[in-house]
């Protein structure tokens, strides 16, 4: 094996590209807004009120609350849990947290077992994937104790997945050449699985051989729909109709659509590509705001595709929301362009009250932006085949935060405003292609990082997770993005008035600014009745339950930054104790946690534990944790939990 010491890990690589930022447009951040608009003393005036609408609680109101309601019953009734930081998984008293699916089980009834020593990309697509990250249950006929579970597969960790294949040196791990056969692997251990479900008793087990049971992988055929298919920028020399792709990518969060469809969002495609744009590529700024190539992998030497040098077009066919039907397990997936190509956090829809969906997605990248799509047709629940191509039409608007307290949100639409010609849009799918260029033009306003934004059907308002910013800087902080070097991240919550979340104006507050509050200058903003269990850092994903509460996921959080690992937090979003979190379940050291997802009946929570040992001189060989097999000959393996109530019934 030959050791390339140039190589970093795709961990590594991953952190870093998120934490660049590409964002080079010259829109006003909220601090320019107010200077223009206020003279040198009113500017005083105008930071005064960044600040007032910024504090999620009038801090005058926080103190008299200390004082008189620290003992307000939570509405979340669970015995809080203990964060921290050890080789394992915790949740509170009286519940149990089993594992449901392992990177490397059984999909099928003919699936290979799970041996880590002697892999290849044939067991690989039979088997479940790696990175576990996106996690949906759909029901069957309605039931709670049946569905399909739909988990996204985000990217791999070679250094661990593969034995011999990274070596620490100096305390560096340094990588070793990749083959064709890892490669494969890999390709195979990307995508979704879908997966039939069901609870026994009371022990929930995946069924291997149903109809439904189906792998999708980075080298499944999908279908281009919507505005961008069939356009020139997304013909390549293997496929000349600009519509046939194989393959999604970095599937990191997702949604499911009112009519049982899974939606994978694709995240970070840059990494997948490698080589060298010819000089003057007419794709050159296209690809070099999505940080296209950026060669995590080695993919590009095996598969011409994934060399820009040769491939030049390939990655405009990646970066869209994908759609799958997972009752029809031949069903070719479609990329629906209409929603814009970014790099998708996750994808989360809602009906408004006409019967017009609307679909919520982050662009996850340092300063990019919030969208939401609104389609032109109205779902029909009684018809599920008149609603299978409503993501293809509508129209998609970038949010600007306004200081006033006002989200305005501006359409992306060819031929309106600046989206013309002069600008190298000929067409909506140029607007499309470039989502993130078109949306600089309108002004939209520079996120720290929107991760999962989630929609409550109940109260007609939205959570938009913005995990961290540590490049903001005191002179480009705005009302919506108030925190210079923002470590631990904050949570927006938007309002839709009277529950239209088809709305082109809303309203915005912040609804926590994350962090340790007992630390005055990170300045979080917790409910005081918050324990010291009960903060956390870097907001991730997010789900509401069934009672309309609100559940945050975290990726980031260690020892060393917060003195725990990621886990999944309880939030009050309503009432007297509106800011107070819980810390209901923790992940094992070196893990994010992902897809919180509760059956209808609230009587199941799946949670994705991804990306176990990741980090530091963590090596398949040397992992920092062995979960959850805890076995010395295999390797630490991401994993969906499922968490149920000692003696049953409803959570939490
Ligand atoms: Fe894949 Fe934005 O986390
Ligand atoms: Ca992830
Ligand atoms: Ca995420
Ligand atoms: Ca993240």
């Given amino acids: 094996m030959q050791y390339d010491k140039d190589v970093i890990s795709p961990a590594t690589r991953r952190e870093n590209s998120e934490d660049i930022g590409r964002n080079a447009s010259a829109n006003p951040t ?28 009038d801090p005058l109101a926080l103190i008299a609350r200390n004082t008189a309601q620290t003992k307000e019953a939570s509405s979340f009734e669970f015995e809080e849990l203990g964060a921290g930081s050890d080789e394992t998984h915790h949740v509170a008293n009286g519940y149990r947290a089993d594992i449901l699916l392992r990177w490397g089980d ?11 020593a002697s892999q290849s990309a044939t067991a690989q697509a039979k088997q479940f994937g790696y990175n576990n990250d996106f996690v949906g249950f759909i029901p069957i006929d309605g039931a709670n104790d049946r569905g399909l579970l739909v988990v996204n597969h985000e990217y791999t960790n070679p250094e661990l997945m593969f034995p011999n294949f990274a070596k620490i040196e100096n305390g560096e791990v340094s990588l070793g050449r990749y083959t064709k056969d890892l490669v494969d692997i890999e390709i ?40 961008v298919a069939g356009h020139d920028r997304v013909k390549t020399y293997a496929d000349p109709s600009g519509k046939k792709v194989f ?9 499911l659509t009112p009519w049982g469809t899974y939606l994978m969002a694709e995240e970070n495609i840059n990494g997948y590509f490698n080589g060298r744009l010819a000089d003057g590529h007419v794709e050159f ?17 095996f598969y011409d595709r994934f060399d820009v040098s040769k491939e030049p077009l390939e990655p405009n066919r990646f970066g869209w929301i994908v759609e799958v039907d997972p009752f029809e397990p031949t069903s070719i997936p479609k990329k629906r362009t209409a929603l814009g190509r970014f790099k998708h956090e996750g994808c989360e829809t809602v009906v408004s009250p006409s019967g017009r969906v609307v679909a ?7 300063f990019e932006y919030v969208y939401k799509f609104v389609s032109k047709g109205v779902y029909d629940s009684s018809d599920r085949m008149s609603n299978k191509d409503l993501l293809d039409e509508g129209t998609l608007y970038v949010a600007r935060f306004d200081v006033d307290g006002t989200v305005d949100w501006l359409p992306l639409v060819y031929g309106r405003g600046p989206l013309k010609s002069e600008n190298g849009f000929m067409s909506q799918a140029d607007v499309l292609i470039e989502t993130r260029r078109a949306a600089d033009l309108l002004g939209a306003t520079k996120m720290d990082r929107p991760e999962d934004i989630v929609p409550n059907p109940a109260t007609g308002k939205v959570y938009v997770m913005l995990t961290n910013n540590t490049r903001r800087t005191a002179d480009n902080l705005d009302a919506a993005n108030p925190r210079s070097e923002n470590a631990f991240g904050h949570i927006i919550e938007i309002s839709e008035p009277d529950g239209d979340f088809t709305s082109k104006t809303s309203r915005w507050e912040i609804l926590l600014k994350c962090g340790d509050p007992s630390i005055a200058h990170v300045g979080a903003t917790f409910s005081p009745s918050t324990s010291e269990n009960g903060w956390f850092g870097m907001p991730d994903n997010g789900t509401i339950d069934t009672d309309g509460r609100l559940w945050v996921a975290t990726d980031g959080n260690s020892k060393e930054k917060t003195g725990r690992t990621d886990g999944l937090w309880a939030v009050e979003t309503e009432g007297p104790e509106r800011g107070r979190s819980m810390l ?15 059956t209808p009946d609230g009587e199941a929570l799946f949670l994705s534990v991804q990306h176990p040992a990741e980090g530091g001189s963590s090596t398949y060989e040397y992992p920092s944790t062995r979960w959850p097999d805890f076995d010395p000959n295999i390797p630490a393996r991401p994993a969906v939990v499922v968490v149920t109530k000692l003696g049953g019934g409803k959570l939490a």
Avoid at 205 to 216: A, E, G, K, T
Avoid at 247 to 255: D, E, S, V, Y
Avoid at 285 to 301: E, F, K, L, V
């Fill in 360 to 366: 919520y997605s982050g662009d996850d990248e340092r």
């Fill in 584 to 598: 209901f379940f923790r992940v094992p050291i070196g893990a994010e946690m992902c897809g919180p997802c509760f």
């Fill in 247 to 255: 393959g999604t990518l970095n599937n990191c969060a997702g949604g």
């Fill in 285 to 301: 700024q296209n690809h070099s705001r999505m940080g296209i190539p950026d060669a995590w992998y080695d993919w590009g030497s």
């Fill in 30 to 57: 909220m601090g320019d807004v107010i200077a223009r608009r206020y003279s040198r003393r009113s500017v005083i005036r105008g930071s005064l009120a960044v600040a007032a609408i910024g504090a999620i609680i």
């Fill in 188 to 227: 195979a251990a990307h995508g979704g699985t879908i997966i039939e479900i069901r609870k026994i008793k009371s022990n929930w087990h995946p069924v291997l051989d149903s109809y439904y049971n189906r792998r999708i992988t980075a080298a499944t055929e999908m279908e281009l729909s919507g505005p």
């Fill in 106 to 116: 059984k999909i099928f009834p003919g699936s290979p077992s799970f041996n880590s």
